[in-house]
């Protein structure tokens, strides 16, 4: 193995892109990272934790994979050698979690949450309190509100929560968190992707040299930082600019390269997640269902199913075990609503003498536009946005003379009235 001499400070003001530099090399030595864009993001976060008061926010930093074995517990475990009281744990309870955090007694803990999974996962509970309490200590200004027993009295007190929090864990975390990080999609090391075996009596004392020289230059640029609006790459808004602000800042504090590659990483990281991204499990369905209809004026909610527990890369033959029926689907769909702010229900479609409950286009359309991504680049902007021009569009799904009568029980809406067809091919 390689003796590594462990840096000392200098007595001359540290050049900070050169110091992001050694600790990029630090993390190069131990981890093998699925992209370039991911060895500056974490490079980033780590400096960005010597940070904390001076951001609004701080990224959760997620290293997720499908399977064992792909490094993610050593990422955490180099992590903890250069961020500032590090907590690492496998298994937490809120309350335990929220006294960790809120006890300011000891500094402010850098929360390092290996097997998240076994938390949030699959076969996991839900546990919405520690949800709640990571998402709450994303902002500065976030809290928990506690009752405390003042003598006979009670009074409401809100307790700090936020903390920095990398995690690691199999497949996916929670919507809410996932979009409150910067995702590391880890994947097994290649035969010719080599890295140095960690030791901790030796390579501890290496990472905590750098975690002070970061400390010390945090110092010199915490005035230059707070506050700051630092430019951000095109296209990157909202809540993907409110993860990467931090991470940008101190890169350009540090100057040199580090300005552009943290922008680069930004993107590549912004649109990886994205294209990872199958939204909530309605707007699945919404973007299954455009795919259903196919431009059909209406279809019948067994036509629907039976459509969708066809698809072969979708879920909704085994939700919980058991395949989507008539029932769910409009439970679901009716968290959404019309263009005219109706919840979207199932209506009677009046076919060949007999009357099913089914859905129409024009009740789905507006749901559609708001939640699913344009169908392709070269639909026209009155297609993609108009409600109007989407429902002119759609073809009848059954051939019919005459207009499809909507049964007497359900009156049809006026916007939602059928076209009449008899004069159509």
Not at 255 to 279: I, Q, Y
Request: with cysteine.
């Amino acid at each position: 193995m390689t003796n590594h001499p462990t840096p000392t400070p200098s007595q001359d003001p540290e050049d900070g892109a050169a110091l992001l530099d050694e600790v990029e090399r630090h993390h190069r030595r131990f981890n093998v990272f699925p992209s370039e864009a991911a060895y500056v993001a974490v490079v980033l976060w780590d400096a960005h934790t010597h940070l904390m008061d001076a951001f609004e926010c701080t990224p959760r930093l997620a290293f997720l994979s499908p399977e064992p074995g792909s490094g993610k517990t050593r990422a955490l475990e180099i992590i903890q050698t250069l961020t500032p009281r590090p907590l690492i744990t496998t298994d937490v309870s809120p309350s335990a979690l929220f006294r960790s955090i809120s006890d300011e007694s000891g500094g402010r803990p850098t929360i390092l949450f290996d097997e998240i999974d076994a938390i949030f996962g699959a076969k996991a509970a839900g546990n919405e309190d520690l949800r709640s309490l990571i998402n709450s200590g994303y902002r500065r200004t976030g809290g928990i509100l506690r009752s405390v027993r003042e003598g006979e009295n009670h009074r409401v007190v809100k307790f700090p929560v936020y903390a920095a929090l990398a995690t690691a864990g199999l497949g996916d975390l929670p919507d809410t968190i996932m979009s409150r990080a910067v995702v590391i999609r880890m994947r097994r090391r290649a035969p010719n992707e080599q890295v140095e075996g960690f030791r901790q009596r030796i390579n501890e004392p290496e990472g905590h040299a750098l975690r002070d020289r970061l400390a010390a230059w945090a110092d010199t640029i915490r005035e230059q930082i707070d506050g700051a609006w630092p430019e951000m790459p095109e296209g990157i808004t909202d809540r993907p600019a409110d993860v990467w602000e931090p991470l940008i800042a101190v890169a350009d504090a540090a100057g040199g390269h580090w300005p552009e590659r943290a922008r680069a990483a930004c993107l590549t990281l912004v649109n990886a997640a994205k294209a990872n991204d199958k939204g909530s499990i309605g707007i699945r369905l919404l973007a299954d269902l455009r795919a259903v209809f196919d431009g059909a004026e209406r279809m019948t909610s067994v036509s629907i199913l039976e459509r969708l527990l066809a698809m072969d890369d979708a879920p909704w033959a085994d939700l919980d075990g058991r395949p989507l029926n008539a029932r769910g689907l409009a439970r679901m769909l009716g968290d959404y609503v019309t263009a005219d702010n109706d919840p979207i229900r199932p209506r009677n479609i009046k076919i060949a003498g007999s009357v099913l409950k089914g859905y129409y286009a024009t009740d789905l359309t507006d749901a559609w536009t708001r939640y699913c991504p344009p169908l392709s680049e070269d639909l026209s902007e009155e297609s993609a946005t108009s409600a109007t021009a989407a429902t002119a569009q759609v073809r009848p799904l059954f051939p019919v003379a005459d207009r499809v009568a909507v049964a007497d029980e359900v009156p049809p809406h006026p916007t939602h009235e059928p076209a009449d067809f008899s004069t159509t091919g």
